[in-house]
């Protein structure tokens, strides 16, 4: 299985659920892997590796909700999707409140699981794409030396290169150098992107 391909995770203490749930995503065309508890799954997870966890709610051991909020404590959160047979409102507004893509009561329909499946992975793949923008513009920002910092912030505030200059006691003609260079190493054409970028 490639690390790129999003991956469903099964996580439920019933064997014949798993059976069910892992035959019902495989036909859908999902890659699917599952666990009989929470422990295995976090044993074997890889927050870098794209995909969503279907998560029963009741578990012995580690329960749902207590594994939800160790994913999201990773630092690399997974979308989770509930399943239950003992739904419960308390539950259900915990799961929902922590960030959970739906909540469903066993026996749920079919066609409602993958729909649910489909946002988580469509979540978690905006969120990825978000965090990797995130980290490209760090990358970016530790390439400019402190005077180019200095200089982009006034650029982003919407300052002149006058105002610039006066400011941080420089020629004008310097802060246009470290405008050009700024621009270049944060890959932007225009000041509007660059604010963009940085907000």
Do not use: W
Not at 123 to 133: E, F, H, K, M, Y
Not at 149 to 176: P, S
Request: aromatic fraction near 6%; include cysteine; glycine fraction near 8%.
């Amino acid at each position: 299985m490639y690390d790129n391909v999003p991956c469903v995770h099964v996580v439920d203490d019933d064997v014949a659920v798993l059976r069910s749930l892992e035959r019902l995503l495989r036909s859908a065309g999902f890659a699917v892997r599952t666990f009989s508890s929470s422990q295995d799954f976090l044993q074997q997870y890889d927050g870098g590796a794209p995909g969503c966890v279907v998560l029963d709610l009741a578990m012995p051991g580690l329960d749902g909700l207590q594994l939800q909020q160790a994913l999201a404590h990773s630092g690399e959160p997974c979308p989770v999707i509930f399943i239950t047979g003992f739904g419960d409102v308390p539950s259900s507004v915990r799961a929902m409140k922590a960030g959970a893509i739906d909540f469903l009561t066993k026996p749920f329909d079919q066609a409602q699981l993958l729909a649910a499946v489909r946002a988580a992975l469509d979540q978690d793949s905006a969120a990825r794409a978000a965090r990797a923008t995130r980290a490209s513009i760090g990358v970016r920002v530790a390439a400019l030396t402190e005077r180019e910092r200095q200089v982009m912030a006034h650029v982003v505030a919407g300052h002149l290169n006058k105002q610039i200059a006066a400011d941080l006691g420089i020629a004008e003609k310097t802060v246009k150098v470290h405008r050009a260079r700024v621009m270049k190493k944060m890959s932007v054409g225009s000041v509007a992107e660059l604010v963009r970028f940085l907000t």
